[in-house]
């Protein structure tokens, strides 16, 4: 059992910066390998990035690859996802998730928080 909060999101204007947090509790984090996820109104689940469980290895979706960097800290069980240069394609809830395998693949992943709302604006 894992339970996961994000936290971070905000309204933030074209071209600008946030970072997200993710913290994890209830079970041992440096096993998981953590992914973020983002849906947008009206459009399905994507995949955004996933760090393995060491934090030594990372992957990334095309669409951020480049403006978005996912890393982790161990001793302190979290995840964070920082994002830059953003575009109003970017709008969205961003989630969080934990599983075993070091994959972007959401149906790899067991654990889920509730989500942070990005809302990027002109």
């Known amino acids: 059992q894992v339970q996961l909060v994000e936290s971070g999101g905000g309204l933030v204007q074209v071209g600008g910066s946030l970072r997200l947090s993710c913290v994890a509790s209830?079970?041992?984090?440096?096993?998981?390998?953590i992914g973020w996820f983002r849906q947008a109104a009206g459009k399905e689940r994507e995949s955004v990035a996933a760090?393995?469980?060491?934090?030594?290895?990372?992957l990334y979706e095309n669409n951020v690859k480049g403006r978005f960097t996912i890393s982790r800290d161990n001793a302190l069980n979290t995840v964070y996802l920082q994002l830059s240069r953003l575009e109003h394609m970017d709008t969205a809830v961003y989630y969080c998730a934990a599983g075993r395998p070091f994959t972007t693949d959401a149906s790899q992943y067991n654990y889920w928080g509730q989500g942070t709302q990005v809302t990027v604006f002109s």
């Open positions: 760090v393995s469980w060491g934090g030594g290895s990372t």
């Open positions: 209830g079970g041992t984090f440096d096993s998981y390998s």
